[in-house]
Structure formats: C-alpha cells, structure tokens
C-alpha cells in the first residue's frame, strides 16, 4: 500500500525529489504496491513492460449514487485475451488500486498463470483518482468527495457488465485479484455485487481500518527478530534512543540532521517527527517488501549494516547512507512544510496519487504507522497519531478532532464489516512478515471461505510470478490458490 503506503512515512516520500527512492519507494503514496512489486521483478528480470496490450478507455459514471447526476469520465483499462477461451471460460479481473496501472497488470502477475490454467480472459481497470484516470478537473477537496472506496467498487461492477456484453459472454465467471488495498477491493467487490463477481482472491487486505496502526512497528520489530534476532533489532533501538536523546540537547536538531544528511535544516517539531519517520520507513520499506531472492535489500542486508560498526548510531547512519545512494539522492528530504505544500497540488497528477491516497487513509481507512506502541520503541516515540491528524488536517484545510477520524473509519468498518467478513467464495492470503497483516482475515472460521498466512514472506509475495528460489510454503500458497479458483468456478 505506498502502495502501500501512506503512512507518514510515506509521506515523506512524496517531498523526495528521486522518482524513485528505495527509502520512501515501500510507502510512496501513489506508487501503488502492486507497481512496486512489478517494478522489482523487473529490475530483476531486466524489462519494464511488455507494451504490447493497447490502452483502453472506458465511459464510466462520476456518481454511482445519484442516478440523476450523467456525468461521465474516462477510466483506463486493459484486456489480454491471449488464454481464453472464449464465452463460457471465466474472465479475471486485476482490480486496480492507489496508482497507475499498466499493461504488466494483465501479463506479468501470478495470476496469468492461474489464467493459462483456466483459459480465462484478463482485465485490469485503474482505480478513480490515481494515474490516468482522471474523473474531475482537479482534486479540489469539494471533487474528492467522488473518491472513496464504494464509488470504486461500483465502477468495477459497471466495468464488468460492459466488458461481459462487449465480450458477449454472459455465462462467464468472473473472479476478482487483488493486492493491499486492492486486496480489500477485491473481497469487498464479492461482498457487494456477488451476482457480478463468482470469487475472490484478496492478497495482503488490510480490512479492518484502524486509525493508529501501531501493530505496524510491532510486527516491524518482529520480523527483524525473525531474520536478525534481537540483536539486530535492540542495535537499531539504541540508535533510535542516542538521536532521540541528542534531539534534546542544544544544537540537537542541527547535529543530528547533519549526521543523517538532510537537506535543510531541522527546524520544528514537525520536520523532527518527519525525520524519524523517514529514517523508520528505511527499515518499514525492507521488510514490507523483503526482496530475498530478488536482489533487493533485504532484512538480513539491513541487520548486516547494524552489525558492521561497533557503534550502532554510527551503523544506523551508514544504513541511511545507503539507502540514500540506492535512491541516487545525496540529501534526505524531511521538510514538513514543502511537502504539505506539494500534497496541496490539485492538479491531476501533480503529486503522482500522494494527495489521492492521503484523502483516502483521512477519510476512510486511517492506517497511520505511528511510534504509539506501548510495548515496541525501536523506532522511538516521535511520530504519534497526532501527527498524522495533523497532516490531514493541513493538507486539506479541515480541523477535525481524533473522534471525527475515528467516526468516519468506524463507518468503513461497519459498512464492510472489517475482520467479520459475511462475503463468501473468498480466499484471503496474508505474509507473516508483512506488517499489514495485522489488519486482516489470516484465520478463518466459515466453511464459504478461506485464508492462509504465508509463514516468513512478506507484502504480496504470491503476486510476483513464481521463482525456483521461492520457499515451499509460498509454492504450496500458489497451488492452493489455483485449486481454489477451480473450486469457485
Ligand atoms: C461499453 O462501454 C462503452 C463505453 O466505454 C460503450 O461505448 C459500449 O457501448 C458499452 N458496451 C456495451 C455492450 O454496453
Ligand atoms: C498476455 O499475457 C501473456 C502472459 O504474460 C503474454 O504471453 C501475452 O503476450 C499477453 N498478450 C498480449 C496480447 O500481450
Ligand atoms: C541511479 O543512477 C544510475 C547512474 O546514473 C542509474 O544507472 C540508476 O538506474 C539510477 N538508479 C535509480 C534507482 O534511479
Ligand atoms: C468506534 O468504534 C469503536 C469500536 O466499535 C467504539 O469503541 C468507539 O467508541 C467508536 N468511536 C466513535 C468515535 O464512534
């Protein structure tokens, strides 16, 4: 979800001048996860896209809700029709999320091989408000108000009825794919419109929305322990406690940000809660994605870093040295106020879906990774809840309480029914290592569904075309989910 992202950390992101930032790239906000993923795999398979499934466009309502309001926009899609096998074979639907999508949504995710297997038609649709699905003229606060989750899922339901008349296949199953936030989507499209969407496979799903999600560094914590043991994670809290304690001292903010290398100089409580939470998203974005295997850092490259100086606030600012290198930046850009004046921007596009997804966690789901642990400080307590309230609150002028936040999410929750889901046909995969775990059905208890916890992977792990190096446990994962699409169609 920087793609995952949108945390604080992710929002750090955003003020970074690389495209590209290994740091920040985990949470970027409207990078979507599922692009980070893509990306990944093919820097390691060295190619970007396949380029040869043409763009589409499709006439989609601006306002499901108002039958009186006919104004539409265009929304991008793609369809690969290389498997299927025509009226009757099942059409899969890669539903699309918090950034742009492209043609590897319909040719190089695990999916294509369940969609081989099955001769199933793939479709993929970008989500309203990211990339070039621009429904409005710009993303004033007023014109948000048509991005939310439920007008999302409607314009997949309106899409699929198109493309089942367009394709004339009215007695074709339609499973919905999904990863992160659009793993929700994905559940969430079975839940609503079960008369449109025969199954699902909702893959890393935060579906409970919870405002302070401080299970985040929590599971952080525990996934260093996993690779790394405590030392590694107890090396990166005395660090975090030595830049918190010269925080305190005069001179504090200029000698540690000179340490770390940032840009300008810290000068505010909001740039210090910044700073800490850039310097956690170095570590968050490894183990969300934990590219082991695939040359990427990995939690293991990060506990080596911790364990290579004798000092650890010295190791954890080579550890940031490094991560800024992989970015090609030679500055960390932590500054609060340039960044909330970027996540302004109502141009389309202008922040690349960091303005979008921001909307979305302040409205909707919340999801704020803060320091607010009672029993986990490795990344020492800098960047609570208020911050990220506070950030909503600047960016889109409004001066709501704690309680009008919670308010809000309470309704997503009740709307969906959070981790008491009522959908059938729906299978929900989740990563031990993967902090959004937290948020999501890895236990079932319905005989109509299914769910599994991949033991030491991470953030969509089953969403990357498969790898000889992949560990038994995630095979098993791929297997059980082709058995289970066969079981739904
Ligand atoms: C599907 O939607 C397109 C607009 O994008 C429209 O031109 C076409 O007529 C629709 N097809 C059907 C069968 O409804
Ligand atoms: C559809 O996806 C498959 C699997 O990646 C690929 O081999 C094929 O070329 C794609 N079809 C088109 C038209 O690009
Ligand atoms: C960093 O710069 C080098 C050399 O200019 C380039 O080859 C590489 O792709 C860049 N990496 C990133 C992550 O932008
Ligand atoms: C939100 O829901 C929780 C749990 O159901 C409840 O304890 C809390 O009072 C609710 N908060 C608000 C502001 O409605």
Redesign the pocket.
């Known amino acids: 979800m920087r793609s995952a992202a949108l945390l604080v950390v992710v929002l750090a992101a955003v003020a970074a001048a690389?495209p590209?930032h290994l740091t920040q790239g985990t949470f970027k906000l409207g990078t979507s996860v599922t692009n980070r993923l893509l990306d990944a795999q093919d820097s390691h398979a060295g190619r970007r896209s396949l380029g040869d499934v043409p763009k589409q466009w499709f006439t989609q309502k601006l306002d499901h809700f108002n039958t009186f309001d006919e104004t539409t926009w265009l929304q991008k899609y793609y369809v690969n029709q290389t498997f299927w096998g025509g009226p009757g074979y099942p059409i899969f639907f890669m539903i699309g999320g918090e950034g742009p999508i492209d043609d590897r949504y319909v040719t190089a995710m695990d999916y294509v091989i369940y969609a081989r297997t099955y001769k199933a038609l793939m479709v993929t649709l970008e989500h309203r408000f990211y990339g070039e699905s621009v429904p409005t003229a710009d993303y004033s606060v007023a014109n948000l108000r048509f991005l939310t989750s439920q007008q999302a899922l409607a314009d997949a339901a309106n899409f699929a009825a198109n493309i089942t008349l367009q394709f004339n296949a009215p007695t074709s199953s339609w499973v919905t794919f999904g990863g992160s936030y659009p793993g929700c989507l994905s559940a969430w499209a079975r839940l609503k419109y079960p008369n449109l969407f025969q199954g699902s496979i909702s893959t890393s799903g935060p579906v409970h929305a919870e405002l302070n999600f401080v299970q985040y560094l929590e599971v952080v914590q525990a996934s260093l322990e996993y690779f790394g043991g405590t030392t590694c994670s107890s090396l990166i809290t005395q660090a975090t406690n030595k830049i918190q304690t010269l925080l305190q001292q005069p001179g504090g903010l200029s000698s540690v940000g000179k340490l770390f290398s940032v840009c300008v100089p810290l000068n505010s409580q909001d740039d210090v809660a910044n700073f800490m939470s850039t310097l956690a998203g170095n570590v968050m974005g490894v183990v969300q994605y934990n590219n082991e295997g695939r040359g990427g850092p990995t939690i293991t490259d990060v506990c080596a870093t911790m364990l290579s100086n004798s000092d650890p606030l010295q190791a954890y600012v080579n550890l940031n040295q490094l991560f800024l290198a992989?970015?090609?930046v030679t500055c960390l850009d932590v500054a609060y106020k340039p960044m909330i004046q970027q996540l302004q921007d109502t141009a389309p596009g202008a922040d690349v879906g960091g303005r979008s997804w921001l909307w979305q966690t302040c409205q909707e789901f919340g999801f704020y990774q803060t320091t607010d642990s009672t029993f986990s400080h490795v990344f020492g307590n800098l960047f609570p809840l208020s911050f990220s309230l506070q950030m909503c609150n600047d960016v889109f002028g409004t001066n709501y309480q704690q309680a009008d936040f919670q308010k809000r999410l309470n309704w997503t929750n009740d709307y969906y029914g959070s981790l008491d889901f009522s959908g059938s046909n729906t299978f929900f995969i989740h990563g031990s290592i993967d902090p959004w775990h937290a948020l999501g059905i890895y236990q079932i208890t319905s005989p109509v569904n299914s769910a599994t916890l991949i033991t030491g992977t991470a953030h969509c792990a089953n969403m990357r075309m498969p790898l000889p190096s992949d560990p038994p446990q995630l095979v098993a994962a791929r297997l059980q989910t082709s058995e289970t699409i066969g079981k739904f169609l």
């Open positions: 690389a590209f992989s970015g090609n």
